[in-house]
């Protein structure tokens, strides 16, 4: 019991620990991260339950994936793969899910080659 203890401790202290959250006032027109190493943008103002397209600009980048929440509130596994585009970008198709509460703040979480970054944003 002590062993299994010890475990589950080593393994929260070495967990990720994600930067604050960037405000993204509108993802539509796209939002930056460090000061422009990491580009964000949709097709459409994202809403739930509507499919929308996003583009991730990150030139150096080997893979991509996005996932998606709500602070403090379970919204289920909401996690994606981005595909490399012939451009250099990265395009995934998302679908937010409906919250019953309905809040619209949202933090999107987008993983580049294992770091993490978070975008807070308003759905439509």
Request: hydrophobic share 50%; aromatic share 6%; proline share 5%.
């Amino acid at each position: 019991m002590r062993s299994l203890l010890f475990a589950v401790i080593a393994v929260a202290g070495c967990a990720q620990q994600e930067a604050p959250a960037v405000a993204c006032v509108a993802l539509i027109q796209g939002c930056s991260v460090e000061q422009g190493k990491l580009f964000a943008k949709t097709d459409s103002v994202p809403t739930p339950l509507k499919p929308f397209a996003l583009t991730v600009a990150a030139p150096t980048a080997k893979e991509v994936h996005v996932e998606l929440h709500m602070q403090g509130m379970e919204m289920g596994l909401n996690r994606y793969r981005l595909i490399r585009q012939d451009n250099g970008e990265w395009r995934a198709t998302l679908t937010l899910p409906a919250c019953v509460a309905g809040r619209r703040d949202w933090l999107m979480v987008i993983e580049v080659d294992g770091a993490r970054r978070t975008l807070a944003f308003q759905a439509g």
